[in-house]
């Protein structure tokens, strides 16, 4: 039998050399932790604002209970964790099959522990925590996976980063509570039908949060006050962005600014690509190609232009600064065979963002060549980091294995930045970067879905993947419009996605054109930044007449929308609202609304219904009850708790709105 006891305001379980540590964190919320050494591990990896809420904790011979506001943690003699509501509705319990309660309808001959920690040879422990699993739960969040299903009971997830795929660990069950697993390590994680399991591959420690509530929002909302809320959007960042792979010279960037100008159409950002720089990890400009940076920057600024520029994390061994970061352990380095991260162009490897003197070093380069020419926003890519073979085994940064700690990597990537933004008094930062970890959001990541395809299935992709990210508490997200790899601007098939794409993208929190299109553009030279190639077109007039209508139109409700998207930021800034919501976030209490896997609310009064597949020109939509719905195009009305046929021919995504007055802002007539 387990010793339990009460000790510094948590509740504290002793049971053969393990010692699991129940304690208040947050509203409505506990922290569990477990681990089988001589002192607790004192990490807080994501989490953070403890508060002060004094739980109430009973123990008696039949075993325990720690009680914080609406949640309850209940603890068997045998050590078996039960978390329940304030209406002693069971949330979530250990799956435990062995015989330690002979009086348990559970007790069994398997011999299955909840908490598994498997010693390591000379090491820490492999972990497994096992939870009993209801098949009708429902579960969201998670962060970003290449797969089409919101919902992701069945579901098996990776847990560790790569192109495309972010691990931000925190869900919401349809069974009223949030559950952060709050460990950086690598693992998986199994959402089975008999059974929900999580995995590190090697860990100190059992370390996760849960939370109760009586909606999405209030779980969501709860898990921002502990983990932190994105800054207040920037105004350039609500409006469009314009991308390619890549512009090759200063001249081609202004010259397509003053495109957008002399055409009068919106535009917020403009961003230079890759491979601007001379070698991989000297952040700078490469002055043969783009000689004058300091006019560049301000002709675009008298444009209302804001200049993104991309950074890397890798430092070519060639890079001027390889050698002194390679002295002061600054950079990733490798457990076996020759040191490399990346081979892009050359063989590289990444700068070690958990080392704050590698922070420090790197911040100090980017304020020198870009940052005091007036540049203020950062594109941080290969931010998983990107490795040319995925061996997490084989990396090992300041902070520890990569297969333990290796998925702080981008939260650590953007808080170099963050906090030296911050330190010269800038507010409202956003910086975009290509992955994320929990907690990630408080240090302005934007985070974009990666190199990803230029086709409808991969639209649907990111439609699940986009609204998990902000269910996983990353309310800022973004994808390359019309896809990534491929697409020919000639090419009808590819123009249908593209136009579908971007109606899509003028309801995402930010609207970004991205891509690498055919025909590729040759190199420029064979030295330096002249070394790398492009892609095609990519501008808003480079795809025939009709798409560009049709972005044009687009273009100007996106920025007729401005004072509603600035609302919607004013949200996820205060108490951590995802900007884009799936339909049971606002509408909880109508059940059919968890039923539906194709549209979301953008902000609380705008219903979008994509459409994500080629040749279709109509589309069912369900309007959710407990409002009357207006069509945008035809100002029908509808009362909510009905699904009906709706008409899409291709310049139109089909909108509702709750708020009749927001339909002549959506369409002018």
């Given at each position: 039998?387990?010793?339990?006891?009460?000790?510094?305001?948590?509740?504290?379980?002793?049971?053969?050399?393990?010692?699991?540590?129940?304690?208040?964190?947050?509203?409505?919320?506990?922290?569990?932790?477990?681990?089988?050494?001589?002192?607790?591990?004192?990490?807080?990896?994501?989490?953070?604002?403890?508060?002060?809420?004094?739980?109430?904790?009973?123990?008696?011979?039949?075993?325990?209970?720690?009680?914080?506001?609406?949640?309850?943690?209940?603890?068997?003699?045998?050590?078996?964790?039960?978390?329940?509501?304030?209406?002693?509705?069971?949330?979530?319990?250990?799956?435990?099959?062995?015989?330690?309660?002979?009086?348990?309808?559970?007790?069994?001959?398997?011999?299955?522990?909840?908490?598994?920690?498997?010693?390591?040879?000379?090491?820490?422990?492999?972990?497994?925590?096992?939870?009993?699993?209801?098949?009708?739960?429902?579960?969201?969040?998670?962060?970003?996976?290449?797969?089409?299903?919101?919902?992701?009971?069945?579901?098996?997830?990776?847990?560790?980063?790569?192109?495309?795929?972010?691990?931000?660990?925190?869900?919401?069950?349809?069974?009223?509570?949030?559950?952060?697993?709050?460990?950086?390590?690598?693992?998986?994680?199994?959402?089975?039908?008999?059974?929900?399991?999580?995995?590190?591959?090697?860990?100190?420690?059992?370390?996760?949060?849960?939370?109760?509530?009586?909606?999405?929002?209030?779980?969501?909302?709860?898990?921002?006050?502990?983990?932190?809320?994105?800054?207040?959007?920037?105004?350039?960042?609500?409006?469009?962005?314009?991308?390619?792979?890549?512009?090759?010279?200063?001249?081609?960037?202004?010259?397509?600014?003053?495109?957008?100008?002399?055409?009068?159409?919106?535009?917020?950002?403009?961003?230079?690509?890759?491979?601007?720089?001379?070698?991989?990890?000297?952040?700078?400009?490469?002055?043969?190609?783009?000689?004058?940076?300091?006019?560049?920057?301000?002709?675009?600024?008298?444009?209302?232009?804001?200049?993104?520029?991309?950074?890397?994390?890798?430092?070519?061994?060639?890079?001027?600064?390889?050698?002194?970061?390679?002295?002061?352990?600054?950079?990733?380095?490798?457990?076996?065979?020759?040191?490399?991260?990346?081979?892009?162009?050359?063989?590289?490897?990444?700068?070690?963002?958990?080392?704050?003197?590698?922070?420090?070093?790197?911040?100090?380069?980017?304020?020198?060549?870009?940052?005091?020419?007036?540049?203020?926003?950062?594109?941080?890519?290969?931010?998983?980091?990107?490795?040319?073979?995925?061996?997490?085994?084989?990396?090992?940064?300041?902070?520890?294995?990569?297969?333990?700690?290796?998925?702080?990597?981008?939260?650590?990537?953007?808080?170099?930045?963050?906090?030296?933004?911050?330190?010269?008094?800038?507010?409202?930062?956003?910086?975009?970067?290509?992955?994320?970890?929990?907690?990630?959001?408080?240090?302005?990541?934007?985070?974009w879905s990666g190199d990803i395809h230029s086709?409808?299935?991969?639209?649907?992709?990111?439609?699940?993947?986009?609204?998990?990210?902000?269910?996983?508490?990353?309310?800022?997200?973004?994808?390359?419009?019309?896809?990534?790899?491929?697409?020919?601007?000639s090419d009808p098939a590819f123009r249908e996605?593209?136009?579908?794409?971007?109606?899509?993208?003028?309801?995402?929190?930010?609207?970004?054109?991205?891509?690498?299109?055919?025909?590729?553009?040759?190199?420029?030279?064979?030295?330096?930044?002249?070394?790398?190639?492009?892609?095609?077109?990519?501008?808003?007039?480079?795809?025939?007449?009709?798409?560009?209508?049709?972005?044009?139109?687009?273009?100007?409700?996106?920025?007729?929308?401005?004072?509603?998207?600035?609302?919607?930021?004013?949200?996820?800034?205060?108490?951590?609202?995802?900007?884009?919501?799936?339909?049971?976030?606002?509408?909880?209490?109508?059940?059919?609304?968890?039923?539906?896997?194709?549209?979301?609310?953008?902000?609380?009064?705008?219903?979008?219904?994509?459409?994500?597949?080629?040749?279709?020109?109509?589309?069912?939509?369900?309007?959710?009850?407990?409002?009357?719905?207006?069509?945008?195009?035809?100002?029908?009305?509808?009362?909510?708790?009905?699904?009906?046929?709706?008409?899409?021919?291709?310049?139109?995504?089909?909108?509702?709105?709750?708020?009749?007055?927001?339909?002549?802002?959506?369409?002018?007539?």
């Amino acid at each position: 039998m387990s010793i339990i006891r009460e000790e510094n305001g948590r509740l504290t379980v002793c049971y053969n050399n393990e010692t699991m540590w129940i304690e208040p964190w947050g509203e409505n919320a506990l922290r569990v932790r477990a681990c089988k050494q001589c002192q607790m591990p004192t990490e807080d990896w994501a989490l953070m604002n403890r508060g002060n809420y004094p739980a109430e904790i009973q123990v008696t011979s039949e075993g325990a209970s720690i009680r914080n506001g609406s949640i309850t943690a209940k603890v068997s003699r045998a050590g078996v964790l039960t978390f329940v509501n304030q209406e002693g509705k069971v949330l979530l319990e250990e799956y435990v099959r062995n015989r330690s309660d002979m009086r348990s309808p559970k007790c069994s001959a398997l011999d299955i522990d909840a908490r598994e920690f498997q010693p390591i040879l000379g090491g820490d422990y492999s972990l497994t925590a096992r939870f009993e699993s209801d098949p009708n739960e429902r579960l969201y969040g998670m962060g970003q996976y290449q797969q089409p299903y919101l919902n992701l009971k069945g579901c098996e997830l990776e847990l560790a980063h790569r192109n495309s795929q972010a691990s931000v660990p925190f869900l919401v069950s349809s069974l009223g509570y949030g559950f952060l697993w709050n460990n950086p390590g690598v693992g998986s994680v199994t959402f089975g039908k008999n059974l929900t399991s999580w995995h590190a591959v090697s860990t100190k420690v059992l370390d996760y949060w849960i939370t109760a509530g009586d909606t999405p929002a209030q779980i969501e909302e709860q898990y921002a006050a502990v983990t932190g809320t994105v800054p207040m959007m920037p105004d350039y960042g609500m409006g469009f962005w314009q991308c390619k792979l890549r512009y090759q010279t200063q001249e081609e960037l202004l010259s397509v600014a003053r495109e957008y100008k002399r055409r009068g159409l919106p535009i917020s950002v403009i961003v230079i690509d890759f491979f601007h720089w001379p070698y991989e990890g000297e952040w700078k400009f490469d002055p043969e190609y783009w000689p004058d940076p300091d006019a560049m920057v301000r002709e675009l600024k008298e444009m209302g232009i804001e200049l993104m520029v991309s950074v890397w994390p890798t430092v070519d061994y060639r890079s001027e600064n390889f050698r002194e970061m390679k002295e002061k352990g600054y950079l990733i380095n490798t457990d076996r065979g020759f040191p490399n991260g990346l081979r892009f162009l050359n063989d590289s490897l990444h700068y070690d963002a958990t080392h704050p003197g590698a922070r420090e070093y790197v911040w100090g380069k980017i304020k020198e060549h870009y940052y005091d020419k007036g540049i203020k926003i950062f594109w941080l890519d290969e931010a998983e980091p990107e490795y040319s073979v995925y061996d997490f085994d084989n990396y090992r940064y300041h902070l520890g294995p990569n297969v333990q700690i290796g998925n702080i990597y981008p939260k650590c990537y953007a808080q170099t930045f963050y906090e030296g933004m911050e330190a010269q008094g800038q507010k409202n930062i956003v910086n975009l970067l290509r992955c994320a970890w929990a907690g990630s959001q408080k240090y302005g990541a934007l985070v974009w879905s990666g190199d990803i395809h230029s086709s409808f299935e991969s639209l649907r992709n990111q439609f699940a993947a986009g609204l998990n990210m902000g269910m996983a508490g990353i309310p800022w997200w973004t994808t390359d419009i019309g896809g990534f790899h491929g697409g020919d601007p000639s090419d009808p098939a590819f123009r249908e996605v593209l136009v579908r794409w971007f109606q899509y993208g003028a309801f995402c929190p930010v609207m970004r054109l991205h891509g690498d299109r055919m025909p590729h553009q040759k190199p420029l030279g064979t030295e330096r930044g002249g070394r790398c190639p492009s892609g095609g077109d990519n501008e808003v007039w480079s795809f025939g007449e009709e798409a560009y209508e049709i972005c044009k139109k687009y273009l100007f409700l996106r920025e007729r929308m401005r004072p509603y998207t600035e609302e919607a930021m004013a949200q996820a800034h205060e108490k951590g609202t995802p900007v884009m919501r799936p339909l049971f976030y606002g509408y909880p209490q109508d059940s059919q609304t968890w039923e539906v896997e194709d549209q979301y609310l953008y902000g609380d009064h705008i219903l979008v219904a994509p459409v994500m597949y080629a040749g279709q020109t109509s589309r069912q939509v369900y309007l959710p009850e407990g409002a009357v719905w207006t069509n945008v195009w035809t100002r029908e009305e509808f009362l909510g708790g009905q699904t009906i046929l709706v008409d899409a021919p291709l310049d139109r995504i089909p909108l509702f709105v709750s708020d009749a007055t927001l339909a002549e802002l959506l369409d002018p007539r």
